[in-house]
């Protein structure tokens, strides 16, 4: 009896073994599989975040606005353009009234007008401020009938890329400040009111800077400027007798300019003058008594 039992705990205890390996191997395996499914679950959620979009910051929705804004808007190239001429004429006046005609005719306006002369010539420069579309033909008019420039510089400054910077900022500012009204007009405390009033007076001066810069671009893209010098030489300079009796004439003012340039000079000096002619008559005087003795 006692060897059955024995037997029958010795089949019994290889059995137990083999129950609880497998036990053992179930747990292993569930808790690999709850890993693994761990980590899918952790790649599918970071996958899923890596899609979702940035989250806005802040001002985004000025900005965004004012780069709708200026997309939508039809740009043109924004170019500046500036002339400088300088010519001989044979009659001052007739040129100008032609170079006037021409101003009446494209609708320009004489910012500045300067006649005078010098030693040998009598000048007359304008500044005259003209539509963009009407500057080069106007430039081939007053060009007509001058057989040589002196100085012919046309220049065209593109200020495209600014003026879109300063629209768009422009713009952003506006609605920033429509913000702070709205902020204003909840605010409850006495402080906060100040606070945000400071804050609105800032972009206000922003504001207004932004909008001197852009109405000043506008009006030089509008209107082309040009800077015209003529000149022609003095009647009484013209031939040889003319020119030997002008030299004399230079001659003689520049020699009484000398004078009195001297003179001028003396009158700077005449402390050490005094000081020297002191000196010398108490010299004189010495050797004087030396040769007396």
């Known amino acids: 009896m006692r060897t059955l039992v024995l037997y029958l705990s010795l089949l019994l205890i290889p059995m137990a073994c083999k129950d609880a390996v497998s ?4 747990m292993m395996i569930s808790d690999t599989d709850e890993e693994v499914a761990v ?3 952790t790649e599918d959620a970071v996958v899923e975040t890596s899609l979702l979009p940035p989250p806005p910051k802040e001002d985004s929705g000025a900005q965004m606005a004012a780069s709708v804004s200026v997309r939508t ?3 043109q190239p924004k170019i500046i353009k500036t002339a400088r001429l300088r010519f001989e004429t044979a009659d001052l006046e007739e040129s100008f009234v032609s170079v006037k005609t021409a101003i009446t005719k494209h609708k320009a306006s004489v910012q500045n007008d300067l006649s005078g ?8 420069n304008i500044t005259i401020r003209i539509p963009s579309a009407a500057f080069d033909a106007f430039i081939a008019e007053i060009s007509q009938g001058v057989n040589h420039f002196d100085r012919k510089e046309i220049s065209a400054e593109d200020v495209t890329e600014e003026y879109i910077d300063v629209e768009a900022r422009l713009t952003a500012k506006r609605i920033l400040e429509k913000r702070y009204f709205e902020l204003l007009g909840k605010a409850t405390k006495v402080s906060e009111m100040l606070e945000i009033e400071s804050s609105l007076s800032e972009v206000r001066e922003e504001i ?4 001197g810069r852009l109405k000043f671009l506008q009006s030089q893209v509008a209107m082309s400027t040009v800077h015209l010098e003529m000149y ?3 009647p009484s300079e013209s031939g ?3 020119s030997f009796s ?3 004439g230079k001659a003689l003012r520049g020699g009484f300019n000398n004078v009195a340039t001297f003179f001028l000079g003396m009158l700077y000096v005449w402390p050490f003058i005094l000081v020297s002619i002191a000196a010398f008559f108490l010299i004189r005087r010495r050797f004087r008594r030396k040769k007396a003795s």
Request: glycine letters at 4%; aromatic letters at 4%.
């Open 23 to 26: 036990e053992d191997k179930m």
């Open 39 to 41: 980590a899918a679950a």
């Open 73 to 75: 808007e039809d740009l």
């Open 117 to 124: 002369q010098n030693d040998a010539l009598l000048f007359r």
């Open 208 to 211: 207004e800077a932004k909008e």
């Open 232 to 234: 022609t030489n003095k």
């Open 240 to 242: 040889a007798t003319a």
């Open 246 to 248: 002008g030299k004399m």
